[in-house]
């Protein structure tokens, strides 16, 4: 069974591993829709498999961080990508979702100028230092 928690944040950023004449240089924004999926069995007495609130709650510190900023200043991501974003995020919700390692994933869905990046991230590839790999990708426009 698989629930999930969509949230927003509007941001601004630029990115800075392209080459200068290359839009996604420029400053930019976004608006960001992100998906927090949780899998695992339903639990006896609750018939949940977690609570949403506890989703929001472990969130919220993460979301009021990443809304209205310059992406590009927030300490870790110099080089806000939205494989960098989905990366960031999962490092700091992945202690806050009391959810066994196997069965917790983060999947964000980041619409831009109508093309969607999507990466299902389950806990063992990041923080084992691996990677994300998404499923397409995009470039910013």
Same mark, same amino acid.
């Given at each position: 069974?698989?629930?999930?928690? #969509?949230?927003?944040? #509007?941001? =601004?950023?630029?990115?800075? %591993? ?6 996604? +240089? ?6 960001? @829709?992100?998906?927090?999926?949780? @899998?695992?069995?339903?639990? !006896?007495? +609750?018939?949940? /498999?977690?609570?949403?609130? !506890? /989703?929001?709650? =472990?969130?919220?510190? /993460? ?8 992406? %590009? #200043? &927030?300490?870790?991501? *110099? %080089?806000?990508?939205? #494989? %960098? ?5 999962? +490092? @700091?919700?992945?202690?806050? &979702? ?14 831009? +100028?109508?093309?969607?990046? *999507? ?5 063992? *590839? ?6 994300? *790999?998404? =499923? ?6």
């Amino acid at each position: 069974m698989e629930i999930f928690k #969509e949230f927003t944040i #509007e941001a =601004a950023h630029r990115l800075t %591993n392209v080459p200068d004449d290359h839009k996604c +240089a420029r400053l930019h924004g976004h608006s960001f @829709r992100i998906e927090i999926y949780v @899998r695992g069995p339903i639990s !006896d007495p +609750a018939g949940w /498999i977690m609570d949403f609130s !506890d /989703i929001k709650s =472990a969130f919220g510190p /993460i979301h009021d961080q990443l809304d209205h900023p310059f992406l %590009n #200043e &927030v300490d870790g991501l *110099t %080089n806000p990508t939205s #494989e %960098n974003l989905c990366k960031w995020i999962w +490092a @700091r919700l992945r202690p806050k &979702v009391p959810c066994s390692r196997e069965s917790l994933f983060e999947k964000h869905v980041l619409p831009v +100028a109508g093309q969607m990046l *999507t990466s299902a991230v389950p806990i063992s *590839t990041l923080s084992d230092g691996g990677s994300i *790999t998404p =499923a397409s990708r995009r470039c910013c426009g």
